[in-house]
């Protein structure tokens, strides 16, 4: 039986944060990771256009290397596009959206913060989600951008300021009864988990969809083969960092190696 190969699709490195819950739970898998940082930030791109992008971008990987099933690792992406994507192509499409589900159970005031990019909290399919499954809660939502690129800069080996952090939460730090239950509807989020939680000063639960993607992959390629693949997992990003515009590309370069990659490279 051959490997089976799989691709964890961002626009940044925010798919890592599914990428190391999915490779635990198919350790037997080769894995492609390909970020869209030509296109980032995606949570503020126009749906019509983001459609398109992720329609050539995907296909183009896709005709280079045998591909049996693609995690779009990204909620603004999922959010938009799942549908065309999936319209599209013959092979399985797993995506990510907010776990609105998940955290009405797990509250107790009732509140629930939803944090997440621009375009996701402002999407329809958002909407959808919180109208079926959060009835009854209450649902206060932040959309940030500033939050994403922070996530961002960590994994470039920067020093993520607290105050930085307080700001984009400001509008619930300064409630009477604040959400005890926050989703992390971007991937990028759960990288800043202890961040986020330094902000309060009572317990929080964050809760990001993560496992459930991972559980969904296991479930359509089982474990994937025999043995655990090690050493030959490779990322791809699509547009050359810039050192004068603040990037360090080296210490990204060590993040990716950190999650089990072997080569971060341009992809052409
Ligand atoms: N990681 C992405 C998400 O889950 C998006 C970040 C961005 O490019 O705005 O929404």
Not at 147 to 159: H, I, N, P
Not at 202 to 231: F, P, W, Y
């Amino acid at each position: 039986m051959s490997v089976k190969q799989v691709l964890i699709f961002d626009s940044g490195i925010g798919g890592l944060s599914v990428f190391e819950r999915v490779i635990k739970q198919s350790p037997a898998i080769k894995y492609f990771y390909l970020f869209d940082n030509a296109y980032f930030p995606y949570g503020e791109l126009k749906p019509d256009f983001l459609i398109q992008r992720l329609m050539s971008l995907l296909s183009s990987f896709v005709g280079r290397h045998k591909i049996d099933l693609i995690v779009i690792a990204c909620n603004s992406a999922s959010t938009v596009a799942l549908q065309y994507l999936r319209g599209h192509f013959s092979i399985p499409i797993v995506g990510v959206v907010p776990a609105i589900k998940p955290a009405t159970f797990l509250t107790k005031n009732g509140v629930i913060g939803l944090l997440a990019t621009p375009a996701t909290i402002n999407g329809a399919y958002t909407a959808r989600l919180i109208d079926e499954f959060a009835a009854g809660k209450q649902v206060l939502k932040i959309g940030s951008t500033q939050l994403v690129k922070l996530a961002e800069l960590k994994l470039q080996g920067k020093l993520i300021q607290q105050a930085d952090m307080e700001s984009v939460l400001a509008a619930w730090l300064i409630l009477e009864k604040m959400p005890d239950t926050i989703v992390l509807g971007c991937t990028h989020f759960p990288l800043l988990k202890a961040e986020i939680a330094r902000c309060f000063k009572h317990k929080i639960n964050l809760v990001d969809s993560g496992n459930a993607i991972a559980q969904r992959v296991t479930q359509l390629l089982g474990k994937g083969g025999m043995a655990e693949i090690k050493n030959t997992h490779q990322a791809y990003f699509t547009k050359v960092y810039q050192p004068d515009e603040g990037a360090n590309f080296n210490a990204l370069q060590r993040s990716f190696l950190a999650y089990g990659f072997n080569s971060l490279q341009l992809y052409i």
